[in-house]
Structure formats: C-alpha cells, structure tokens
C-alpha cells in the first residue's frame, strides 16, 4: 500500500528478523547502500508474495525491535510474572506493574539519543542496567508479553509532539485494544510503560496517558 519501513542491516552480515506487520499482501523488499549524505541505491532485491497463517504472527514473534529467545533474561521473568495467573488480564497487569516499577527512565541516554538515527533496543540489556528510554520500555514489554503468547505491537509514533514508543495488545473478547494496558472495572486504561513508571501514579500523568487524543501513532513493529 505504498507504506515503507526502513531497517539498519548490521555490517557484519549479522541477520535480522523483519516482521510482515501489513499482514498478506506482496512486499517489496530492497537491499540500500548509502552512497553519500542521505543518497541510497538498491543493490539488490525481490518481492515476496505472504501469506501468514493468522494475523497474529507479526506480533507473537522476535524481531529486530524486540529481539529474544528461549533463554533471555525478559522470557525467564515474564514466565515467573504469569506463574499462577488466571487469565491474560492477570499476565498483563503484573508484567506492566512490575515493568513501571523496576525499569527507571534514563535522562542522559534520552538527551544523548535525542538527534540519533538508527537506535536499537536491547531488552535483555535494559532489563540488566534497570533504566532505559521509551524505546527500550516497549521493548521491553512486547518481548516479555509476546513470549507468553499474547499478540502485542510495539507502535511508534507521537505524544505531545515528541517521539514516543508505547504498546498495543490484543485482549480476547475485545480485540486489539490500542494502547491500552487494565480494565479497572469502568475503562482500560493507556498501556504506556515509561510514563507509569515516571509519574509513579501521578493523577496528571494518568489522565494524559489515559486520553487517546494525546497519542499519534505512526508504525507499528
């Protein structure tokens, strides 16, 4: 549909798992090599017809965004926080919980970001270092909930006019519920991991994230 996504292939041949996030459809895919300030030429390419057996799959799996395995620390905390649930509101709720209350936001690598391209984020890293930025947060929360097989979007876009991450999960009997994170018995609630954990249950901070005019997404990972 003449939408692009664009994906920074490390120089060491390393692969990188890219998600058919528009669902069935032809994909145009080219590989671009910079030649000089922001000029690429296409050396090399192809289409690829998909065809995914549900819509879901984009959004259960690792991919470049938010990269994991079997054996990653986000995986191994995430199976102890769904331990005992009853349902996927519990894993969510405690997932999110734990995530606003033992990640910090980083200040410096936000302001040393501020002008870069091309940033990629580590969950397992920011789950170690115990702060992060946006970015990371998202990560961080659709890597550990994808693991326990609950379809989640990590969407970029904008909030108050700046660059923000944030999440968006499918919640059975309601379908994708953008950007949502707890039903507290009368609305759900803005599943935004970095402003929870900076407003520490601010009344400002949860009635910005909890009003959908205040965010514009723009992709979807």
């Not at 949860?206 to 009003?211: A, E, L, P, V």
Request: charged residues 20%.
């Amino acid at each position: 549909d003449g939408v692009k996504r664009n994906y920074d292939l490390p120089g060491d041949g390393t692969p990188i798992s890219v998600p058919f996030t528009m669902g069935d459809g032809t994909y145009d895919v080219q590989v671009m090599q910079n030649t000089e300030g922001d000029r690429y030429v296409s050396i090399n390419g192809t289409t690829v017809d998909a065809v995914l057996a549900s819509e879901f799959e984009p959004f259960l799996r690792p991919n470049v965004f938010c990269d994991y395995d079997a054996d990653s620390a986000g995986v191994t905390k995430a199976s102890e926080l769904a331990a005992g649930a009853r349902n996927e509101g519990d894993v969510l709720r405690s997932i999110y919980t734990w995530i606003a209350e033992n990640i910090s936001y980083d200040t410096e690598k936000a302001e040393r970001l501020a002008d870069a391209t091309g940033y990629v984020p580590d969950p397992d890293a920011t789950l170690a270092e115990g702060k992060g930025i946006c970015f990371d947060y998202a990560a961080v929360m659709t890597s550990m909930l994808r693991s326990q097989d609950i379809p989640t979007k990590l969407v970029i876009g904008y909030t108050g006019g700046a660059y923000h991450a944030w999440v968006s999960v499918y919640v059975t009997g309601q379908g994708w519920v953008d950007n949502i994170i707890y039903f507290d018995g009368v609305n759900w609630r803005y599943m935004d991991p970095t402003f929870a954990s900076s407003g520490k249950g601010n009344a400002a901070i949860t009635s910005y994230i909890t009003n959908p005019a205040n965010y514009q997404a723009k992709f979807t990972y």
